[in-house]
């Protein structure tokens, strides 16, 4: 299983980007997708999920609202599309791929990406 995840760079604050993660060697409609950040210093947290189970998402409360997880069955590849980006959403951003239902915890997730970096300047 691969998970390859893309997209940043550097946005100024109130700007967007999107991120893309592709994944082999699974299929994604059999697992739930996450998408996790990690701050310098700071524990890597829930950013959003793609429940298998249901097709229902899930957002960490400070991105609701802005952040948007989406999948491309076809493509094998989920997106993380975020608008009016703050500088506290800099991090490096991981895909992740898993199965159960605690999907706000790292612990869900068996497979990681190697993580894209967003920088929001203010």
């Known amino acids: 299983v691969q998970l390859q995840a893309f997209g940043g760079g550097l946005v100024q604050a109130g700007g967007s980007l999107r991120l893309s993660c592709a994944a082999s060697?699974?299929?994604?409609?059999?697992?739930?997708m996450g998408w996790f950040r990690q701050a310098p210093g700071k524990e890597r947290e829930f950013v959003a999920a793609f429940s298998w189970s249901d097709s229902s998402t899930y957002y960490a409360d400070s991105v609701k609202g802005r952040f948007t997880i989406s999948r491309d069955i076809a493509k094998n590849t989920i997106y993380l599309q975020m608008n009016n980006l703050k500088p506290e959403d800099t991090a490096v951003y991981f895909c992740s791929a898993g199965r159960g239902l605690a999907l706000r915890s790292r612990n869900l997730y068996n497979y990681w990406g190697q993580g894209t970096q967003v920088t929001v300047s203010s």
């Open positions: 060697g699974l299929t994604l409609n059999m697992y739930t």
